[in-house]
Nanobody, 122 residues
Framework: VQLQASGGGLVQPGGSLRLSCAASGSNIFSINVMGWYRQAPGKERELVAAINSGVGKKLVDSVKGRFTILRDDFKNTVYLQMDSPRAEDTAVYYC????????????????WGKGTKVTVSS
């Protein structure tokens, strides 16, 4: 299973940016949770947003009201819509897929994407 993230880049404060992450592979039956983490220079990696197969969502307090997480199970893709980003949102954003099951009854696995850099600056 591979996670391919895209959409990072330079965005102005108050602008918008959309990150996408597609999970691919012949052995994906279902994915429990898909999410985004980020790591800023000199800081630990932190959860930004996650969404489970039941469409339950979790967002870190600092992005609530500004970021939205969505998923398309037909495409095994998760999106992070970043509205009104701030300088403190600058980081490398990593896609995560947890509980990836290849067949019913099989053990779920966790996968990470390589990361996409987001820079918020004027």
């Amino acid at each position: 299973v591979q996670l391919q993230a895209s959409g990072g880049g330079l965005v102005q404060p108050g602008g918008s940016l959309r990150l996408s992450c597609a999970a691919s592979g012949s052995n994906i039956f279902s994915i429990n949770v898909m999410g985004w983490y980020r790591q800023a220079p000199g800081k630990e990696r932190e959860l930004v947003a996650a969404i489970n197969s039941g469409v339950g969502k979790k967002l870190v307090d600092s992005v609530k009201g500004r970021f939205t997480i969505l998923r398309d199970d037909f495409k095994n893709t998760v999106y992070l819509q970043m509205d009104s980003p701030r300088a403190e949102d600058t980081a490398v954003y990593y896609c995560n897929a947890d509980g990836v099951v290849s067949a019913p009854g099989r053990r779920g696995m966790t996968y990470w994407g390589k990361g996409t850099k987001v820079t918020v600056s004027s």
